[in-house]
């Protein structure tokens, strides 16, 4: 297991430079006997995902999982989310399991997703909230203050200053915990863009 540089682009022969220090935050990548050589007929997939090494002459695939996460001097390995998900702002990138869990110790919050609305590299952060299921709806005020008030303990979650309540997030079918954030972003945008013309 290896952590490489953050990159959407495609990497075709591995380099020992491309090995990132322990601490530094990248995508994780495996190599070893489980790790596929292809995707099955998903050519585009496979030059995205994996990578050519040669080791004493002998030429084995490099896999890159799409996820992140760095090493801690212990050896252990800090998972933070989706490559594809992450939020990149003007002030820097924002991962999902670095800031969904600051918010979701609140004790009437079920869960809650980092989404990012606009440009890549100018990205607004949002982060969608679904609430327990009993929460009134004359609560939800005192709620979103709470939430910002936690985010201001951290200095990245400082950096988020919407929140908004949905009322059930979209999720894949096969299990309820992948979160469809891409479908929350767009639904954030329209929010915000509602929210902009109503101050108007």
């Not at 949002?126 to 009134?136: F, Q």
Request: charged share 30%; with cysteine; hydrophobic share 35%.
């Amino acid at each position: 297991v290896r952590i490489i540089p953050i990159t959407d682009a495609a990497i075709p022969e591995w380099s020992d430079d491309l090995a990132l220090p322990t601490g530094q935050l990248g995508e994780i990548t495996v190599s070893g006997p489980s790790a596929t050589d292809a995707y099955f007929r998903r050519p585009e997939a496979t030059v995205l995902a994996k990578i050519r090494e040669s080791v004493d002459g002998v030429e084995h695939i490099v896999h890159r999982m799409g996820d992140l996460g760095w090493f801690d001097g212990e050896g252990r390995l800090w998972f933070c989310g989706r490559k594809s998900q992450r939020v990149l702002t003007e002030m820097g990138g924002l991962y999902t399991e670095q800031v969904e869990p600051v918010f979701n110790t609140h004790p009437r919050v079920r869960r809650t997703a980092l989404v990012g609305v606009g440009e890549r590299g100018k990205q607004v952060p949002v982060l969608c909230v679904e609430l327990e299921k009993d929460v009134k709806k004359e609560e939800v005020g005192k709620i979103l203050f709470e939430l910002e008030h936690i985010g201001q303990g951290y200095a990245h979650t400082g950096r988020i200053t919407h929140f908004l309540v949905h009322p059930r997030f979209p999720v894949d079918i096969r299990h309820n915990a992948k979160i469809g954030r891409e479908q929350l972003a767009e639904w954030a945008g329209r929010e915000l863009r509602r929210q902009e013309r109503e101050k108007a």
